[in-house]
């Protein structure tokens, strides 16, 4: 299943956190121009900080908490309900810290995006930042990616890099790479939805012509 060409693309973002990659979404997506609309934003935690932030910008949002149902499958048959009533054309994962069952994921295949804050394929999973510094990388990033079953491994749409500098902690480290994603979501989830770059057969297939590209490099380089 793929993103067909055509009006906006009716966009569900998924968070369980702070959610400034959803809000840099949001606010990309509120240029006319931008090929996609933020519809709703779901989490699985009713906390979530990102939530009363989407709520005060008159987003619609939901939350699904884990410990309110009695299995993984009836949660995610809950979020699976709610999506089939929303109808979005992309779902964006956006610190969403809950694994998708293949189930799940089949049901849209080729519309789920997700960030992570490392240039995969190296250092997928937790403690990413803490990871590449123990490595002695110079060099940082995140990826945007198409959610296949497997963590943190479907194929690439967009990554930025980020240097490393003497002295950084997970912590700056993690700053640094956040500033570059708040870019990158967007200029991936533009090329999803103008269908510049669909999964094809386990890949992502660039239509893309002229300089339209998914890399972006920190002017800090
Ligand atoms: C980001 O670093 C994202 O890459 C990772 O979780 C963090 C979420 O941050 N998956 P926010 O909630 O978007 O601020």
Do not use: W
């Amino acid at each position: 299943m793929s993103v067909t060409a055509g009006a906006k693309k009716r966009v569900v973002v998924f968070i369980s956190g702070g959610g400034s990659n959803m809000l840099s979404l949001v606010s990309t997506a509120t240029d006319p121009d931008f090929p996609a609309e933020i519809i709703a934003v779901i989490s699985d935690k009713a906390e979530a900080g990102g939530l009363a932030k989407a709520a005060a910008l008159g987003i619609a949002t939901s939350s699904f908490v884990r410990r309110d149902f009695q299995s993984k499958e009836a949660h995610e048959a809950a979020i699976l309900a709610e999506l089939d009533r929303l109808q979005p054309d992309i779902i964006c994962l956006a610190g969403y810290m809950r694994l998708l069952s293949a189930a799940f994921i089949q049901r849209h295949e080729g519309r789920i995006l997700n960030i992570h804050p490392s240039l995969l394929p190296l250092f997928p999973g937790l403690n990413t930042h803490q990871r590449a510094l123990e490595a002695g990388m110079k060099l940082a990033g995140c990826s945007v990616h198409f959610v296949t079953e497997a963590m943190d491994d479907g194929p690439i749409i967009a990554q930025a890099a980020v240097p490393i500098l003497a002295g950084d902690t997970p912590e700056t480290l993690a700053a640094r790479v956040l500033t570059v994603e708040h870019k990158t979501y967007p200029l991936a989830l533009r090329l999803v939805a103008e269908g510049q770059v669909e999964m094809k057969e386990g890949r992502a297939v660039s239509h893309a012509v002229g300089e339209a590209s998914g890399t972006l490099i920190s002017p800090a380089i």
